[in-house]
């Protein structure tokens, strides 16, 4: 039991496992935050566009009894498009400065010859000099 809960400890632990938590709370408060701007800003609009002030009211009864709600439907439908679109905006917005800052760094890279570079560029030259000062045969 002991080796279980040390397995376990070292698992909780680890940094993706962290990261993990922490971008699960994240993600459920932006999640929150975009709800309350599709229910409290984006559907009364809509909802005056189409002529229905509230979609989540939007339900027929069947057979008197169960009612089919598809009006909480459509506005879950709308909350996810919502969100899939926000976080495609960031994700292509974080891979171009991931762009950008990469293109940096390869000219910053090419501008500056490494140790190896001029040591090689060196014993090319010195290799050049030692064949032109010897006749040819």
Do not use: C, H, W
């Not at 993990?20 to 809509?46: C, E, H, R, T, W």
């Not at 495609?88 to 760094?105: A, P």
């Amino acid at each position: 039991m002991k080796k279980f809960f040390e397995e376990f400890r070292e698992f909780a632990t680890r940094g993706n496992v962290i990261d993990m938590v922490v971008g699960v709370v994240i993600g459920s408060a932006f999640s929150s935050i975009v709800n309350s701007l599709v229910k409290d800003i984006l559907m009364p609009f809509l909802g005056l566009l189409t002529g229905k002030v509230n979609f989540s009211g939007l339900s027929i009864t069947l057979g008197g009894k169960a009612v089919l709600t598809y009006g909480a439907f459509l506005q879950a439908v709308f909350n996810f498009l919502l969100i899939t679109l926000v976080i495609f905006f960031l994700v292509k917005t974080v891979n171009r400065l991931n762009s950008l800052r990469g293109k940096k760094e390869e000219k910053a890279e090419e501008a500056a010859p490494t140790k190896e570079e001029l040591l090689l560029t060196e014993i090319r030259d010195l290799l050049k000099k030692g064949n032109e000062e010897q006749p040819n045969d």
